[in-house]
């Protein structure tokens, strides 16, 4: 030890002395090496392809999946709300992008959703024509048929009754009073007996107590509104018929898709259940007064319905040719994500570089596959049109603006109310009912229960028949399911929980577009989840149990909202 004090300074000096003449003999060439290198260590670290807010600085496998960690470059600086995403993050979610531009919109088309109605010119009301209690009715379920002058029921008719006993006893002085007798006679017409009815009153000497009911229309019954035993005055209506030679297709416009239509246009209307044929009518009516509600106006257009394809009620589609002078810039509907009361597209700054950037654009009218832009983008954009949602995962991932975040981190969930179809609410409320059970057991941090209630869950959304839905509604359904997906297959406690909040997500922007419930929904919030970046939950009860910690901090959140 003590040589090593006596002599280790004279042996440092050595080597430094060493060092620098090694240095002088390259020449320029070694320190512009060396300063590449330097350089390089600089600008290179690690990350995981799968989950790009793991950064380390040395090569590793991540910490989240177990993948190897690869080589991102740092080429340059990002804005601050701007993100990076590796390329093989990119390929593995097949993310493409499409640079954006002003387009002839002549050729293309405008896709209108609606419906079959009846066609209400042809619509008609058998009533009653007497006073009277109905005895019998053949008239009773909607789609029946019924022919003009055919018995569709039986009515007895008190003062038909009284009239007849008055022709009765003119008919004793007929020969002395005939004009008293004709006017009895009369009377008994106009009531709507026939000459053979009355002939009969005469030879019998009865009155006839029960009268039949005779259609006045042939039709197909679309409404039933009387039933047997029942009293009835005259002019009383007692079923609505629809002639369904003729149907009417009316369709819902938005109020910015006005100025593309126009009376007179063809319009070109099919559906699923058409078996791929397509019907051809003209624009025949434009509602002059909007919705107020749901800010749209029908469209009508009459089709000849003489094989009895096309039934009320029936959803169906329409495209109309758009004729449209000048230019108009338009986005593909791939590109566009709804949240609240914005839609959103990912934006590449520079086509070189793997990096994105959330922005907000203002829509118009829908025009075949795309949307026309009014504000946020402009010719020559490249944004993201395949693996949108993937791209605003990495946004979210890194802290960064998207769909389910404000610029400050905060949660924010869609408030964008979305028009359902058919019996969805009922199906999603099965859902919910599911889902319950589902959060229940991350509760209780039973992970094998965990698992089991999400296939329930996945199953009941797989009976639930998307395309009656709307593209917003169809991207959280499909959404939910992989997330559920994800926790059947998952073991482990604290996978299921992560997977709970986008699941959880998902849920409440479909929840929060229902109104008039059995039962509040309460949407709760716990700022501590998913390593302090908050998550939420629905519940039934108003109660905190938390699904993220369970027992371990059992009551952490607050209620955000309530739906009823």
Known sequence: ??????????????????????????????????????????????????HPQIQQAEMGKCPLCGMDLTVASMDGTVGPDQFRMTETAMALANVETTEIGVGDLEGNTLVLSGKIGSNEQTDAVQTSIFDGRIEALHVNYVGQYIKKGKKIGMIYAPEMYTAQDQLLTSASYKETHKKLFDQARNASGLWRMTDAQINQVLKTGKPISNFPIIADVSGTVTEVLASEGNFYKQGDPLFKVSN?????????????????????????????????KEYTAKIAFIDPVLDAVNRTVAVRATLTNKEGLLKPGMFIKGAVAVDLSGQVLTVPKSAVLWTGKRSLVYVKPDPTKTVFEMTEVTLG??????????????????????????????????GKKSMMTQ????????????????????????????????????????????????????QTISEIDAALLDETTQSHLKKIKEQLIKISNFSALGEQRKAFKPLSEHMVAIASSFSNLDQPIYVQYCPMADANEGASWISFQNEIRNPYFGNQMLTCGSVTKTIQ
């Open 407 to 458: 610029t400050n981190g905060v949660p924010m969930l869609s408030d964008r109310r979305m028009s359902f179809k058919g019996d969805f609410k009922e199906k999603f409320s099965e859902v919910l009912n599911d889902y319950s059970a589902l959060k229940d057991a991350l509760v209780a941090s039973d992970s094998k229960e965990s698992s089991a209630r999400s296939k329930q869950t996945a």
């Open 244 to 276: 369904l030679y003729t149907v009417w297709a009316v369709f819902d416009a938005y109020e910015n898709q006005l100025p593309l239509l126009k009376k007179g246009q063809e319009i070109r209307i099919g559906s699923e259940t058409f078996n791929g």
């Open 1 to 50: 030890m003590e040589l090593f004090k006596k002599y280790g300074g004279y042996l440092i000096v050595l080597v430094g002395g060493l060092f620098i003449g090694y240095l002088s003999a390259g020449g320029d060439e070694v320190p512009t090496t060396h300063q590449h290198k330097a350089t390089d260590t600089e600008s290179t670290h690690f990350t995981c392809a799968m």
């Open 365 to 398: 009218h829908v025009i075949g596959d795309s949307y026309a832009v009014l504000d946020g983008l402009s010719p020559g954009d490249e944004v993201v049109t395949n693996g949108t949602f993937t791209v605003d995962a990495a946004a979210q991932l890194q």
